[in-house]
């Protein structure tokens, strides 16, 4: 087998749930890895057609999977998962196991997200950037969307002027442009797996408008973290069927934080007064 461990014959979906925790799998590869645990003993039967058929997916994903499981081809895939079916197929985890193990790997990650956070220096220089930038444009796309959202709903409620843009292409290019010319100096972008071909396209229009990029991104060398002058990195789990995102998440509320420490708080007193006095928010 080329580049792979040997498999643990005692426990095959043991094994096919750790190499989902050491490898950046699609969406469709995931389902083959679900099909898998669930039917080991059907699969060694299987050519990469059937698996494709069975799974309902294209061959060419079965294919790019087992590559990126570490493997030559499908037929040594395919050895390595008979010989440890034949040795001796270990119990199915019970139920809710595989579930509480996909949010272990999520506490893996902000454990890891806490531990970076010993040095706050970087947090701190892209915090003091951005909060310094009028107007602020805030984007993300695709799945990298809603946390842009979340970032710029919160971040507006002490910066006067956050400016959140999702739309890709011709439009991403001309809100940027008018940023820029409105006197922004710094951009914060959100990149996440998987990242889009518009995003990387959007952050080199920025630095020909003269932006200066700030991203949160699950690695620190990437396409689009090439373009940015401040990285800022939060671990994804590739587990769930989806990315999930909760060490983003914090990472996002984090440099919230910093940066409305260093704005005037008047404009947040503001607000917290006019929610009270228009009962915005239930009270217990």
Partial sequence: ???????????????????LDGHRLSPSQRRIARYLQDHPREAVFLNGMDLAKAVGISQPSVTRFVAALGFAGFPEF????????????GARPPAGSELQSMVDSEIRNL??????????????????????????PVVGLRVSAPLASLFGFLAAKAHPDVRVIDAPGSVLEDRLSRA??????????FGLPRHPRELAEGLSWARRCGLRIVLVTDHAVSKVAEQADVVLTAPVSSRFAFDSQAAPTVLCAALVHMMINLLPAAPLEDFESGAAERRLFLTD
């Fill in 1 to 19: 087998m080329s580049g792979s461990r040997a498999w643990d014959s005692s426990d095959v979906p043991a094994r096919l749930r750790e190499l």
């Fill in 78 to 89: 395919r050895d390595h998962l008979r010989a440890a079916v034949t040795d001796g197929e």
């Fill in 111 to 136: 454990e890891r997200l806490r531990d970076n956070l010993d040095d706050q220096g970087r947090l701190a220089e892209a915090a003091a950037a951005l909060a310094a930038s009028r107007p602020l």
């Fill in 180 to 189: 820029a010319e409105a006197g922004a100096t710094w951009l914060l972008a």
